[in-house]
């Protein structure tokens, strides 16, 4: 059966999905764990993940990623 | 599109396995276990690799049209819930750092549980949702 043109656009759209969100997630989760010690854990570094989890508005409204967007 | 919605809940719905396949992992390393700092560290590290993937998937698809208006309203109150059992996690773990104490290593614990309770919940709702 020959390949249409919808489904080469469904591949390719699928084959995006897991280059831009699947592999990188998935490497850094594996890249995560696969660390034995991550060091002395400090309170910067504890700082810091509160900045990577913004509202979710921020990724509605074009604020993607705003730092400003935690909570106090 | 359709196809395109399913396969973003599978991809959903694979990472939120691997958080528990490496949360499992972690705790049957007996070396792991000794530390609790870098256990929590890496446990909310995922938990936030996860939410930023899934929002920044969503956040794509609403700008490409591909969001429903009801899509993305439910997003955001279930992305709400974690967020703030994420930030209440990660706010509990930066004031053990600053002074540890076990009864904060305790509301850590009970914390975090109810984090990744939230994290399940978003990723279970958000999978089928977009595939509305």
């Known amino acids: 059966m020959p390949i249409t043109g919808a489904?080469?656009?469904?591949i390719t759209a699928i084959l995006e999905l897991?280059?831009?969100?699947?592999?990188p997630a998935a490497l850094d989760i594996i890249k995560t764990w696969r660390e034995e010690n991550p060091g002395e854990i400090?309170?910067?570094?504890?700082?810091?993940?509160?900045?990577?989890?913004p509202h979710p508005d921020a990724y509605f409204d074009g604020a993607e990623g705003d730092p400003e967007n935690v909570p106090e | 599109m359709r196809r395109n919605f399913d396969f973003l809940a599978l991809v959903v719905l694979l990472i939120t396995g691997m958080i528990v396949l490496g949360v499992n992992a972690c705790a049957s390393n007996p070396?792991?276990?000794?530390?609790f700092e870098g256990t929590t560290y890496k446990v909310l590290t995922t938990a936030a690799i996860t939410y930023e993937t899934s929002m920044s998937a969503l956040s794509d698809?609403?700008?490409s049209g591909s969001l429903k208006q009801s899509t993305e309203k439910k997003a955001r109150e279930i992305g709400v819930?974690?967020?703030g059992a994420y930030h209440t996690a990660a706010d509990l773990f930066a004031s053990y750092l600053k002074v540890g104490s076990a009864e904060k290593k305790q509301r850590i614990e009970a914390a975090i549980v109810e984090m990744l309770a939230a994290l399940s919940t978003f990723t279970k709702y958000v999978a089928p949702l977009i595939a509305d």
């Open chain 2, 81 to 83: 819930k974690f967020w």
């Open chain 1, 7 to 10: 489904e080469v656009a469904l």
């Open chain 1, 42 to 53: 400090t309170v910067e570094m504890a700082e810091a993940l509160r900045l990577r989890v």
């Open chain 2, 61 to 63: 698809l609403k700008k």
């Open chain 1, 18 to 23: 897991i280059l831009k969100y699947g592999v």
């Open chain 2, 31 to 35: 070396a792991e276990k000794e530390t």
